[in-house]
């Protein structure tokens, strides 16, 4: 470097240290320097993992250069052997330095530019930039001795034959090593080694015993070409080299007094190495940093399964330095615990990396290339980072954990690395740094799940520094193994935040196609469903399971966050302690996407590693309504409790479970959760939910001497024992995911009757009320204080968090259990005595539960008026079991505006269109959102029980005591609300219309009716009276979407072969009596194979044909002048413009009165018109010049379906046989 002098004064290190805050003195830098260094380049734009902006060194407000010298020894507070040092009048501190130059060793600089870092506890870390020696004249000497660090001032050096000239490949770490003596025995000196790369040509293979450094310089010293490798070995004193080597790696040494030696490796394995000795120097003239690898950007060459050199900026750190991000695209994996890197491997520096292996681990949830480093890799620092980021420090850590990393190759490591990360988030406060990391002596739960997942292609057995470094090749350092990799144990808080943006990217390419439906002549609607599989995104969960305070509904839980979770087969005695995995699971994602047209994609992959190591949180977006749930079975979890501590739970069921006497229960019925106050928790410590349940005339008994146990029980007061028939069975319990037991017993037919008992469950049990079933079995322990025992004299007993409900099933000796349930127990009875035994439970469940039809009457039904003291409605209670086709608000939230809006909250009223034996039941409700169950929509099959079915109006409503119940979800895109297949024709009316309820009569009969009560007919078109077609305005053609065709009057002649009637129909029913309901077809992917149905397309085109007429002509009349019983042959048709109708036209407009009249059969819900409606009618049959003189009962049709005649045979053969019985 040139030499400059500056009359500026100095600080000192002192100084420095005592302000312990990162300063920079690179701002005045001297002018006239021949090179101007590199910028190094700005920061990257914060992410929302990582929001803060970085800060840049605070600059000193004058120049303050340093003077001080540079040495080679390590002090004993900095273990990095890669550390020069630099030390003045009042401190020592590490330091790093540009422009490196052997003859800086020992002598006193100038620093002129430079940063520093305080570093903890070691003081502080000095980074040079700029230098000059302080005095001219004192660096003339050209080698040093490497054992000494002494300078050699010989101008003139004889150099003996033992050389080492070439290229410095690599060095490998510091490392302490057992060596054998003659006398002394064996002691461990410290050393490293070093690879170079020598000549071959006919001066440097020379058996001279000497030869002149000029000779190797000079003219004869130019063709030199640098090809066989050969090792030395810096041992003992020469080991303090270490941090000069390494700084010259890819450049030039020459190095003499070098001692062959054959140096024994271990394993029968030796190699002949250069050995330093006390006469070893190094020359100066020859020993020179590579000038090629530090400009170029990015250079990668490959050779032999290694990369040689790349160049790039620190873009992030993670896992404490192990894991070091490079141009935002490579993670530099830095994990063996003997590599030592200089402290200046900082955030926003530019480095080189040399001799490490690149991998493509083909990450199925993120794309990142990893560079794995090796005993051979380096890093040198050319562009110190501006920064106030923090320096390298080596990790000593040499835990079980750590070692266990080491021994992986290297895409495992990253993703145990991972798992680390994922699993300090997800159990942070849960459990304990030692339980998850582990220590030195102990396995922590990372490992044990890590080892458990990984196949064990994928370790690899460890040698030591000195076998991987000199046979690299043959230890299998870097080989790429092909196998599965596992899938990324995510925090939940990433899965929302992914799932979120999959959601919001899947509306952008639905081009504003959004799925509506018509009902009460509105359109509403429909939530988009997006459904994200386990086996595509490549993830697992692991979580607790709880209850949630807020909503009451089941959740998977971790310290980032919980997400709903609807779990079919879920068993009764699942734990909140244990944590389970989760591998097949479906991700549901519902929303209405034409609320969330303003939310915007993230700029950032929460998938990406480096989300997963940072502790992010990525910024909430306002307004967002996306309801995100798991949807999984439990077949499909394991409860990896086992490889942290034992599952006491489950020990403690088995074990309670192998003996005793055991009560038989059926669950009736389930009250839903409810929420006192609009913001309240749902779950407190002060609130309950209830299940009723009938305690059953059966006792099991284990064949363990509990019968003499029942003889011998005295206390009749609790729990009356005695029984009057015993049926032998087969105890199959399995309870425990990996145990069962097989035991023998009796079910014991007691003698006391069943009786109805109300189960109350407080906060601390709300886990056993998530696992009941309505319509179960359940065995609860008979002891003292149990549910059974304590139920006698009350009618509500209290089930405790120890309280225990097992899930039983009854099956044939000869018949295997189902296992598609979850099921605790399995009793397995003869043929004979299982049908008994359903005979007598068929018997009780008539007595107990089917009540007569008109005897119940509902006092606790919401009512719908302001007002308090109302009438409350009565009716029959009734379950409906079907395929939930959609769900919509039917009026707008209106508050009541009399009461205080903490006594009574908001109501709002939704309609719910159930699909229950082909036809379309609409259920109303004004629930809270607390009372529908977690996945609750379109695409799910559901048991909607202690249904009101009103008294007048057959209306179906539910009420605070009904539950439902999911039986399963449809989780395939191809069934899905968004994306079901539009040729399923028996619901193409059912969107649109509801159950057909009321007494089925013949229209002849309907004359007799006056009370205006809905009937159902079964009936044909046979002709149309009078249509008039208009195009919808534009304010309801907006609300209207599936509707560009306005029908304000219609009436049809029907026939059911009784007699004939006049059905008027509003719009929708119009349409669908014609043929000519439009569907709104929902958006498929590209991907997806969609065929549209041809009746779909002759629909479309017929709506596409009727608004191109009525955009041509206006309004359309169609009258019927001649016979009613003709459809078309004297139809007239007239326009309101001036112009005539074209032929064609009018053709397919009686056509398509054709085809109403040769459709099929309809089920038609309607009722008698009054004088009123009569009335209206005819005032507008007046203005298009017609009279009202059909000899017909008039009705009107409030809803329309197709007949399903082999639904309908059925129905009257049950009936007739009712009557007979």
């Excluded at 490949?169 to 170079?196: D, I, M, Q, R």
């Excluded at 014991?748 to 008992?757: M, S």
């Excluded at 606790?860 to 003291?869: H, I, L, R, V, Y």
């Excluded at 002709?1023 to 309801?1036: A, C, G, R, W």
Aim: proline share 5%.
């Amino acid at each position: 470097m040139e030499e400059e002098e500056t009359s500026l004064n100095p600080i000192s290190l002192s100084d420095l240290l005592h302000r312990s805050r990162p300063v920079t003195g690179a701002t005045f830098l001297p002018t006239g320097h021949p090179t101007p260094r590199p910028k190094p380049p700005p920061p990257a734009t914060p992410s929302p993992s990582n929001p803060q902006t970085p800060k840049i060194l605070k600059p000193f407000t004058h120049p303050s250069p340093l003077i001080g010298t540079l040495t080679l020894t390590t002090p004993p507070s900095c273990s990095n052997s890669s550390c020069l040092h630099f030390s003045d009048h009042s401190a020592t501190v590490c330091c790093d330095i540009l422009d490196f130059n052997l003859r800086i060793i020992g002598q006193t600089i100038r620093v002129l530019a430079w940063n520093f870092i305080p570093v903890k506890p070691h003081g502080g870390y000095l980074e040079i930039i700029r230098w000059c020696f302080d005095e001219i004249g004192t660096t003339k000497f050209n080698a040093f001795y490497l054992n000494s660090v002494l300078p050699t001032y010989e101008e003139s050096i004889i150099i003996p034959r033992c050389l080492v000239y070439g290229i410095l490949e690599s060095v490998s770490p510091v490392t302490n090593v057992p060596c054998t003596a003659n006398k002394t025995g064996t002691k461990n000196l410290n050393g490293f080694l070093a690879e170079v790369t020598v000549c071959e040509c006919e001066l440097c293979s020379s058996r001279d015993r000497v030869m002149s450094l000029d000779d190797l310089i000079g003219k004869h010293g130019k063709d030199h070409v640098f090809m066989k490798s050969k090792i030395l070995y810096f041992c003992g004193s020469a080991s303090v080299w270490y941090s000069v080597m390494s700084r010259l790696v890819g450049g030039t040494v020459l190095i003499s007094g070098m001692k062959k030696k054959m140096v024994f490796l271990g394993e029968g394995k030796s190699l002949m190495m250069y050995v330093s000795t006390e006469k070893a120097i190094i020359h100066i003239p020859m020993s020179v940093t590579c000038k090629n690898g530090g400009n170029g950007r990015n250079d990668t060459v490959r050779e032999k399964g290694m990369c040689s050199v790349y160049t790039g900026s620190v873009t992030a750190m993670y896992m404490q330095g192990m894991v070091v991000e490079l141009d935002q695209k490579v993670l530099l994996l830095l994990t063996d615990n003997q590599l030592s890197m200089p402290h200046s491997l900082r955030i926003g520096a530019i480095v080189t990396v040399r001799n490490f292996h690149i991998e493509d681990p083909k990450f199925s949830w993120t794309k990142v290339t990893i560079f794995g480093s090796c005993y051979k890799t380096s890093i040198r620092v050319n562009v110190f980072s501006p920064i106030e980021s923090g320096c390298y420090q080596v990790l000593q850590s040499r835990s079980l954990l750590r070692k266990f990393i080491e021994s992986l190759q290297f895409s495992a490591r990253l993703w145990v690395l991972l798992v680390v990360s994922s699993f300090r988030k997800k159990f942070a406060g849960v459990l304990s740094e030692t339980e998850i990391l582990g220590s030195k002596h102990m396995e922590g739960l990372v490992q044990k799940y890590s080892s458990s997942s990984l196949p064990l292609s994928v370790f690899r057995f460890r040698h030591g520094v000195l076998s991987e470094y000199c046979l690299h090749d043959l230890c299998g350092c870097g080989k790429e193994i092909d196998y599965s990799y596992p899938k990324l144990v995510v925090p939940i808080s990433n899965l929302i935040s992914k799932c979120e943006d999959m959601y919001i990217k899947s509306l952008y390419e639905m081009n504003r196609q959004y799925s509506s439906i018509v009902c009460g002549g509105k359109s509403h609607d429909q939530p988009f469903r997006k459904i994200l599989k386990s086996d595509d995104m490549n993830i697992v969960f692991l979580g607790n399971l709880r209850v949630s305070e807020h909503s009451g509904k089941l959740q998977l839980n971790d310290a980032t966050g919980s997400v709903d979770v609807v779990i079919p087969d879920l068993p009764s005695v699942w734990s909140v302690k244990d944590i389970y995995e989760i591998n097949e699971f479906d991700v549901v994602m519902e929303g209405f996407p034409r609320n969330l047209e303003h939310l915007e994609l993230l700029n950032n992959d929460p998938f990406a590693c480096g989300n997963i190591f940072n502790h992010f949180h990525f910024p909430r977006r306002k307004n967002i309504n996306i309801n995100i749930y798991i949807h999984c079975y439990m077949k499909d979890a394991k409860s990896r409790n086992h490889i942290l501590r034992p599952s006491v739970d489950m020990e403690e069921n088995l074990t309670e479970l192998e003996s005793g006497l055991f009560h038989l229960l059926l669950l009736v019925h389930k009250f839903p959760v409810q929420q006192k106050f609009p913001g309240d928790y749902v779950v407190s410590n002060n609130s309950s939910v209830y299940a009723e349940a009938i305690i059953l005339p059966w006792n099991l008994a284990h064949h363990n001497n509990e019968i003499d146990l029942i003889d011998s029980y005295v206390d009749k007061n609790r729990c009356d024992l005695s029984c009057h028939r015993e049926i032998p069975c087969t105890i199959d319990c399995r309870v425990h995911c990996e145990k069962s037991t097989i035991n023998s017993g009796n079910l014991l037919n007691c003698t006391t009757a069943a009786k109805k008992v109300l189960l109350e469950f407080k906060s601390d049990s709300f886990s056993k009320f998530e696992s009941l079933r309505i319509g179960g079995y359940y065995l609860t322990k008979h002891h003292y204080n149990g549910l059974v025992c304590t139920a006698k004299g009350s009618d509500k007993v209290s089930v405790g968090s120890k309280s225990h409900l097992w899930n039983v099933s009854f099956s044939a000796d000869e018949a295997g259990p189902t296992i598609a349930q979850s099921v605790d127990i399995y009793l397995h009875l003869s043929p004979d005595h299982l049908s008994f035994f359903e005979v007598k439970l068929r018997e009780l469940k008539q007595d107990l539960i089917i009540q007569p039809i008109n005897s119940i009457k509902v006092t606790s039904a919401p009512t719908q008026s302001g007002a308090f003291g109302v009438n409350l409605p009565t009716g029959n209670l009734l379950s409906v079991q079907g395929r939930v086709m959609a769900v919509h608000r039917s009026d707008q939230i209106r508050p009541f505006t009399r009461a205080h809006p903490r006594i009574v909250p908001r109501v709002s009223s939704v309609c719910i269109h159930v699909l229950v034996d082909r036809n379309i039941v609409k259920i109303s409700s004004s629930l809270s959102e607390h009372s529908y169950p977690t996945g609750f929509g379109p695409g799910v099959k559901a048991n909607f029980h202690r249904v009101l079915l009103t008294a007048g109006g057959g209306v179906f409503k539910l009420t605070p005591a009904s539950f439902i119940e999911i039986d399963s979800i449809i989780i395939d895109d191809d069934q899905c609300s968004n994306e079901r297949d539009i040729t399923s024709v028996t619901s193409v009316v059912g969107t649109t219309t509801s159950l057909l309820t009321g007494p089925a009569v013949l229209i002849s009969e309907m004359t007799h009716f006056s009370d205006r009560k809905k009937m159902r007919l079964h009936c044909k078109v046979v002709s149309v009276y009078i249509l008039v077609m208009e195009k919808t305005s534009e304010f309801l053609q907006s609300s209207k979407v599936n509707s560009c065709v306005n029908f304000p009057l219609a009436g049809f002649i029907m026939d059911d072969g009784s007699s004939s009637c006049c059905c008027w129909a509003d719009t929708e029913t119009a349409m669908t009596l014609l043929g000519s309901h439009k569907w709104s077809p929902h958006k498929r992917t590209k991907r997806s194979s969609y065929k549209p149905d041809k009746k779909l397309e002759a629909c479309g085109y017929s709506m596409s044909r009727m608004s191109d007429i009525l955009n041509q002509n206006g309004r359309v009349v169609i009258k019927n002048h001649g016979s009613v019983f003709d459809s078309c042959l004297d139809a007239a048709v007239s326009v309101d413009s001036d112009g005539a109708l074209k032929e064609s036209d009018e053709q397919f407009l009686k056509a398509l009165i054709l085809q109403a009249c040769c459709s099929n059969t309809w089920n038609v819900v309607g009722s008698v018109l009054d004088s009123e409606a009569l009335k209206q009618i005819e005032e507008q049959l007046q203005r298009l010049d017609m009279m009202m003189k059909l000899p017909f009962v008039n009705i009107w049709a409030s809803e329309v379906s197709h007949l399903d005649t082999l639904n309908e045979g059925r129905k009257i053969l049950q009936q007739l046989l009712k009557s007979e019985c």
